[in-house]
């Protein structure tokens, strides 16, 4: 009796031919199994960004600033500019760092990443976030703008401390009532306003006091 080779399914076959190409490496097509594709096809993907001199995101990275991804993309093909990998990745970076960050340490958190992007294409890519709404750009008497995110955030104030430079995010409806009021009495509209009280923090006051 003529044994009968076992079937293999062309998707795999597909899958191994490229596995071969691509990474040099041979294998009984036959034997190749869903996780030894998987697993190649992720080893594929890391050496295609490290060839094109990026990285690759995080899990769930990308999926968290989805929104926020499609308004810049909007925006740039408004502008005539293209959504470069470069742009994506500073914008995902952006999102995930910590309130009032400066360029200067955006920069540094995306260096870790170990990207090559430039600092002249962070700040500049910055400035594209704060005109599509994405982020707001804040000037503290520092010489150096910090960015927060700014597309759905409640409106908020500040205090900024001079000796430390942290900053304390504070809503008051009460204040917020008092200048509508104060507006209304001038016949004023309101269109945007923000509030920066500067002093001291309670740990620095402790600090001098001690």
Known sequence: MQTRKPH???KVLRGTIMIES???RHHDKSTLDK???????HANRQAD???NGSIEEPRGMEQNGEHELQIFNRYLSKKGLRAT??????LLTFLESDKHID???LYS????????????TVYRTMKLLTECGIAQAHHFGDGSAR???????NHHDHLICLNCGQIIEFENSEIEMLQDRVAGQHGFRILDHKLEIYGHCSQCREQVSS
């Open 22 to 24: 691509r990474t040099g």
């Open 35 to 41: 996780s030894t594709l998987r697993s190649n096809r």
């Open 85 to 90: 990998r470069q742009r994506k990745l500073i």
């Open 109 to 120: 958190r995306i260096r870790e990443k170990g990207s090559s992007i430039g600092y002249a």
């Open 49 to 51: 960004h490290s060839r």
């Open 8 to 10: 293999v399914p062309q």
């Open 103 to 105: 360029v200067r340490k």
């Open 147 to 153: 960015y927060e995110q700014g597309a759905g955030q």
